[in-house]
């Protein structure tokens, strides 16, 4: 099970975003280096309580979800819910660092800590949060080739 919280796991997205530069392609996607990093940033951002996005219905049972996302690899250009999808350009840098920082917030708190905000299908443990990260990053970041 891999998770963020994991120093070998979160070593290598730090390390892989820091190989990030302005001028990075995407493999697949519209998004730009900037664009992603922004939304990678708005879904951790939830996980820490300070992006707030409205509960929505689920397509599938929650339980069927999660077994998706933890066991299963993401489809290129799957649909994404539209608190995370950039509108506008966003500064490469900025976002970077806003990144490394939320990342250093996120795995400073104990996965066994009680209260950790929803996601927009539901609620999520630590640990859940922490596995939904790490292949989240990894997925955004190979789109990316780093």
């Not at 950790?116 to 955004?140: K, Y």
Request: charged letters at 20%; proline letters at 11%.
């Amino acid at each position: 099970m891999r998770t963020l919280h994991d120093p070998a796991v979160r070593d290598s997205i730090l390390a892989r975003i820091q190989s990030l530069s302005p001028s990075s392609q995407p493999r697949w996607g519209r998004m730009s280096v900037g664009q992603m990093l922004w939304h990678c940033n708005q879904v951790v951002g939830t996980s820490l309580g300070e992006v707030q996005v409205p509960l929505r219905k689920p397509p599938f049972p929650v339980p069927m979800i999660k077994f998706m996302l933890f066991n299963l690899p993401w489809p290129h250009n799957a649909p994404t819910a539209p608190e995370y999808r950039p509108a506008a350009a966003r500064d490469f840098e900025a976002e970077k660092q806003k990144c490394l920082a939320l990342l250093a917030h996120f795995t400073a708190r104990r996965m066994d800590e009680p209260d950790w905000p929803r996601a927009v299908f539901g609620p999520l443990t630590g640990t859940e949060w922490s596995r939904l990260h790490a292949a989240h990053f990894n997925h955004h970041l190979t789109q990316f080739g780093a």
